[in-house]
């Protein structure tokens, strides 16, 4: 059986070591990374083993896995030899005093910490790992940070990403200046609004606001100097939205799940410097023509319009002359108009009016009616303009990049093999999943 196949860990940790050998690293490349899936075992032994490896791994995933020896993992963390980059690390029971115990006296190589789905109660001081640029807490549901502290209390200035995702309470008590340092990324998606929003377009560049309710965009959008690049508004049940203006560089805006706020206002307030524009799931059933043509008319490079009910509008024959006449002038590269179930008919006029090459690149049209007519016209319109790329394929949405999906058909009647595995994902922080159907 192969190393990757046992169950033990002992011939995976074996083979990286053989790696790092002279004569083994003379005819293959060193192996450097090490994960160990939810179904190996980790013993004290192995974890032993593990440790000397911190000399020439760069990144270790043991997601899921217990350390029994915190402290010597720490001691090794603060050695001047550890080459480790990226760490990921512990059960679902790992708890702000086992995070105590790991910090290392110092630590010059780390970039990256995963302490992802853990139970993490409280956010000690990692200015000990001196280099870290990226830090991922996400999903630690009881998670708080105090209000006496600030970003930069907690962490080096190296600091760039931030995932503070699913931790609702984790930024209730903190003041408004808590993000006192400036960031590439930050994910606060899923926790409660606070004053500590009022200042973020001036720090982050790329802001993830998923799912926080009751922002009011123009109060949180004021003054200058607004560095904000990217700006995710996904699901926040927006009632009115605006002062897009004052972002001089914004590049990137989803409004995906907020179908109140569509209208001539926003879109003249977008700046010239926007190139994608999410409107997924906006319901464009009602939207009026002017409006819609509009949005058409914007020089981006891609536009989602995923999931509008544009089938459901009463002047679809009007609508999809706009999007017709738009997309044969517009400057847009991409174009989604997956999950709107449009009539055969109408696929097939915008086919033929794209034989001649234009901006437009790609084209989204999954979840759309097709039939043998818009087929033929697809095969006509690949000959005509074979620069254009057309994806008609069903799309797939709702699937988170952790989430596993599956069946019970793969697994014999009374198996608890499929028990098992959830079991260890879930403990390992994972989700799971099953499809019915």
Known sequence: ????????????????????????????????????????????????????????????????????????????????????????????????????????????SLLTLDLSSKSLTTLPCLKPF?????????????????????????????????????????????????????????????????????????KVLDINLTGIEGLETYTLFQGSHL???????????????????????????????????????LIDGFRSSLKLLDLSNCGFDNISVSVFSKVLGLELNTLRLFNNKLYKHESLNEIWGCLISNLNTSKIVNVDLGGNEIPQEFICSLFESLHTPSHLKTLELGG???????????????????????????????LSSNMVVGSNRGFEEGSNVKEEVEGLMKKAGWKTGEFQG
């Not at 994960?35 to 192995?46: D, H, M, R, V």
Request: with cysteine.
């Open 1 to 108: 059986m192969s190393a990757w196949g046992n169950r033990s860990s002992s011939p995976l940790l074996q083979r990286i070591a053989d790696s790092h050998t002279p004569t083994t690293a003379a005819s293959t490349s060193p192996i450097t990374t090490l994960t160990l899936l939810p179904g190996k075992t980790f013993s004290p032994s192995n974890q032993l083993t593990a440790l000397h490896l911190f000399d020439r791994l760069l990144e270790v995933n043991l997601s899921g896995k217990v350390w029994s020896d915190l402290s010597a993992l720490s001691g090794k963390l603060s050695s001047e030899t550890c080459t480790l980059q990226i760490l990921r690390l512990g059960t679902s029971e790992f708890t702000s005093e086992d995070l105590s115990t790991l910090l290392p006296s110092q630590n010059t």
């Open 130 to 202: 001196k280099t870290l640029q990226n830090l991922d807490v996400s999903r630690n549901s009881n998670l708080k940070i105090t209000s006496s502290k600030k970003l930069s209390d907690l962490c080096s200035s190296t600091l760039k990403d931030i995932n503070l995702s699913e931790c609702p309470e984790i930024l209730s008590s903190v003041e408004e200046d808590f993000f006192d340092v400036h960031l590439n990324s930050l994910d606060i998606s899923l926790i409660k609004p606070g004053s500590y929003l009022n200042k973020l377009t001036s």
């Open 227 to 265: 560095v904000t690049k990217k700006l995710n508004l996904k699901d926040c049940k927006l009632k009115s939205c605006g002062g897009f203006k004052n972002f001089e560089n914004i590049e990137e805006i989803v409004l995906e799940g907020n179908p109140d706020v569509i209208n001539e206002d």
């Open 368 to 398: 759309n009616k097709f039939g043998p007519q818009s087929d033929e016209s697809l095969k006509i319109l690949k000959n005509n303009n074979p620069e254009l790329d057309v994806a008609r394929d069903i799309p797939e949405r709702n």
